[in-house]
C-alpha cells in the first residue's frame, strides 16, 4: 500500500507539474517596433558626428517631442505612421530648424508566434528636405525593419 501511494503522488506531482509549464505564456524577447534610422553625419569631414543639440517631433506635434536638446544621439529613432504615406519631422540641429519628409509605403510582418505582428516600410522617394542646417540626406537602405541598421544619413 505505500508502494501504491509513492506511485500516486508521483503522478499527481508530475501532472501538476506538467500543467503549470503547459500554462506558461511563451516570451517575445525580439524587437517589435520598426523606426527608421537616421545617423547624423558633419558634412565637411563626411564623419559620424552627433549633433551639440537635436529636437525633433512630428509637423503639428510640437508638445510631442521625440528628442528635445538632446546630446550623442546616434542614430535618431523616427517612427512612421502605417496608417499614411508621408510623415513630416521637425529637427532642430544645433538652433536651426529643418523639415524633413518620407514618402513611404507600409505592409505587415510576422515577427514570430510570441511577438505577433508589426509594420515594415519601404522609402519610395530620396527624403525631401529644407536645407538650413541638413545639407543634403543620403539614403542608405530603403527597407525600414526592426533590425538595427542605419537608414538614412543626415550631414549637416
Keep these: ?5 509513492k506511485v500516486s503522488l508521483a503522478i499527481i506531482i508530475s501532472g501538476i507539474a506538467i500543467f503549470l509549464l503547459s500554462c506558461t505564456p511563451l516570451s517575445c524577447f525580439e524587437e ?5 534610422k537616421a545617423s547624423f553625419y558633419d ?6 558626428r552627433s549633433p551639440d543639440s537635436l529636437t525633433i517631433y512630428g509637423l503639428n506635434m510640437e508638445t510631442n517631442k521625440l528628442y528635445e536638446k538632446a546630446k550623442n544621439i546616434q542614430p535618431a529613432l523616427l ?4 496608417s499614411e504615406t508621408t510623415c513630416t519631422f521637425i529637427m532642430v540641429i544645433n538652433g536651426i530648424r529643418d523639415t524633413i519628409t518620407f514618402s513611404y509605403n ?5 515577427i514570430s508566434k510570441e511577438c505577433g505582428y508589426t509594420f515594415y516600410h519601404n522609402l519610395e522617394t530620396d527624403p525631401l528636405t529644407t536645407l538650413n542646417a541638413i545639407k543634403y540626406v543620403y539614403k542608405s537602405k530603403g527597407n525600414i525593419t526592426t533590425l538595427n541598421e542605419e537608414n538614412i544619413r543626415i550631414y549637416y
Design 1 to 5: 500500500m505505500n508502494n501504491n501511494l
Design 32 to 36: 517589435t517596433e520598426s523606426f527608421l
Design 43 to 48: 558634412n565637411s569631414t563626411k564623419k559620424m
Design 79 to 82: 517612427p512612421l505612421n502605417p
Design 106 to 110: 507600409s505592409y505587415p510582418h510576422l
